[in-house]
Nanobody, 137 residues
């Protein structure tokens, strides 16, 4: 059964750091890119970060570039979102999601890259339930 579970959210002061985790199961880690989305009430769910299936490409939304980073755990089924120098406007509900790659006839491999990011929510195949991040002094 497919499952993605976010953890590590909570309350942090401006300028502080937080690390979110996305632990997933039920699909092959090297066939899917992991994307992070942020949503606040009344706004569209926004793709803010991406890590390709084999960690060859990354994406960060401009407002978070240089402050946020994604990485994969040793077990390959955990992806982290490290958030540094947090700002009030970073608050919201964060979701991790999996995008299935396509079969490439040139090399016979499945590729799920981040080179065309940001990706829209409809491009994701699986979703976590989300986790709240609050930035407050």
């Amino acid at each position: 059964q497919v499952q993605l579970v976010e953890s590590g959210g909570g309350l942090v002061e401006p300028g502080g750091s937080l690390r979110l985790s996305c632990e997933f199961s039920g699909f092959q880690w090297d066939y899917y890119a992991i994307n992070w989305f942020r949503q606040v009430p009344g706004k569209e769910r926004e793709g803010i970060a991406c890590l390709s299936d084999e960690d060859e490409s990354e994406y960060y939304v401009d407002s978070m570039k240089g402050r946020f980073s994604v990485s994969r755990g040793k077990d390959k089924n955990t992806v982290y979102l490290q958030m540094n120098n947090l700002k009030f406007e970073d608050a919201g509900t964060y979701y991790c999601a999996a995008r299935l790659g396509g079969y490439d006839t040139r090399d016979g491999l499945v590729h799920a890259a981040c080179n065309s990011a940001p990706y829209t929510p409809d491009m994701m195949k699986y979703w976590g339930k989300g986790i709240l991040v609050t930035v407050s002094s």
